[in-house]
């Protein structure tokens, strides 16, 4: 960014200058993402569906992506600058270390991804925001993090889950009555499927498993041992064990009253 800044800045997203427009500019939208923080890490996870209005622009979108060997990014808002962005951010992670001969902290990575989201609020108050999830595992403090942001890159930590986009209202009242501090890996991961779940049934731009075409959520898993994105094979498995409760709970598992 520093170097297109200096040489290039029109190459920048958010420096690009658009034509005067009335209205909202249509674009596919990434919709919801959602992460959890469990004793040996953290899962981030997110649905399939991008929306153009009131119209399914795509049905398997890819909305999680990694960053580096120990963080990973979720996108939503405006689609095609969401991924250009985060190309960006993949590139300043991998000169940093390529310069400095060490990966630079987590903390430093969620500041970064800050400026660069502040980089494109012009854009945003014509409609094009961008607002990703992002999470990865500190290895200084060896815990998985969390941090969300806002349109003006205002970037705050979250403990336990977090949920970003459309049906991230309802995806978080989800997981705030599921979420245990004790989860093991694979309950993390079922826990976030039925939090996109949630989101799905009451976000009609939130997409839900897809049994038909085969189209289940994006579920990745970052630990001590790095980056991993469960194969689709196991996101089937996880998705499907989900759908088959929901046959006999409808609305999902039920937590205690007391």
Do not use: C, W
Request: a negative charge; zero cysteines; hydrophobic letters at 40%.
């Amino acid at each position: 960014m520093d170097f297109l800044s200096e040489h290039q800045p029109k190459l920048l997203p958010g420096n690009r200058q658009l034509p005067p427009t009335q209205g909202v500019i249509e674009a596919p939208h990434g919709t919801t993402i959602v992460a959890v923080t469990f004793p040996g890490g953290v899962v981030l996870a997110g649905d399939r569906r991008a929306t153009m209005g009131n119209v399914i622009a795509q049905r398997d979108i890819e909305k999680v992506f990694p960053t580096d060997e120990y963080s990973a990014v979720g996108i939503a808002g405006t689609a095609g600058l969401a991924v250009e962005m985060v190309k960006l951010f993949q590139l300043e992670l991998e000169h940093f270390e390529k310069v400095e001969g060490a990966q630079l902290s987590l903390e430093g990575k969620a500041n970064r991804l800050s400026t660069m989201i502040r980089s494109n609020l012009a854009m945003a108050m014509q409609g094009l925001a961008v607002v990703p999830l992002f999470a990865g595992y500190d290895v200084d403090r060896d815990r998985g993090r969390i941090f969300s942001y806002d349109v003006t890159g205002g970037r705050s930590e979250e403990h336990g889950y977090a949920a970003t986009g459309s049906g991230s209202i309802f995806a978080r009242g989800s997981m705030k009555k599921l979420y245990r501090e004790d989860l093991t890996e694979e309950q993390a991961a079922t826990l976030v499927v039925q939090a996109l779940y949630d989101a799905a049934d009451d976000d009609s731009a939130t997409g839900g498993p897809d049994p038909a075409r085969r189209i289940y959520p994006i579920v990745t898993v970052i630990t001590e041992d790095g980056y991993r994105r469960l194969t689709e094979d196991e996101a089937a498995e996880t998705a499907q064990a989900v759908l088959q409760n929901r046959l006999q709970q409808p609305d999902g598992p039920r937590a205690a009253l007391l």
